[in-house]
């Protein structure tokens, strides 16, 4: 991937060299990983430059960007231009297990807020920024369709 760079949870790492993709079900992201000896099931999903693997069942957010985008990104962190609301959405369809949070929770960036179980794996999700909770929009024992709103972040 020349011109690309690609972070893991804001740390950027090199692609591992030697492993094989291959898309065992596009519809709901599963892949399968392998280096020839080693065979990993995982759920890819996203778009662009935001991905999210869940592996293991652990739920990892990778951003992949081009040199333009992560300027661009890096110019935007360094003005401070995060003020406003931030959605967090369902990115797969699940059952929500758990509820961390309530309205007016003070939270810090990767703290969890909820648990949701999708393909039999719990999959917990976590605050994307520092912020109090303004708004849960889903209960436990609520099943949720992908790009449904969870909670909102001010």
Do not use: C, F
């Not at 960007?65 to 003005?79: C, F, I, K, N, V």
């Not at 967090?88 to 297990?97: I, Q, S, W, Y």
């Not at 912020?131 to 969870?150: C, D, E, F, K, S």
């Amino acid at each position: 991937m020349t011109g690309y760079r690609a972070s893991i949870n804001g740390v950027e790492v090199d692609a591992a060299t030697g492993w094989r993709l291959t898309w065992l079900e596009p519809a709901t992201g599963a892949v399968r990983l392998t280096d020839g000896t080693t065979v990993i099931t995982a759920v890819v999903e996203g778009a662009g430059e935001e991905w999210w693997v869940t592996l293991r069942g652990r739920r990892i957010g990778v951003t992949v960007r081009s040199w333009r985008e992560r300027t661009l990104a890096q110019a935007e962190a360094a003005s401070g231009t995060h003020a406003g609301p931030t959605e967090v959405k369902a990115t797969l369809p699940g059952l929500v297990v758990t509820l961390e949070v309530t309205e007016g929770t003070e939270v810090v960036e990767d703290q969890p807020l909820l648990t949701l179980e999708a393909m039999k794996m719990q999959n917990e999700v976590r605050a994307p920024r520092a912020g109090r909770v303004t708004r849960v929009a889903v209960a436990a024992g609520q099943a949720v369709a992908t790009g449904q709103l969870l909670v909102r972040i001010e």
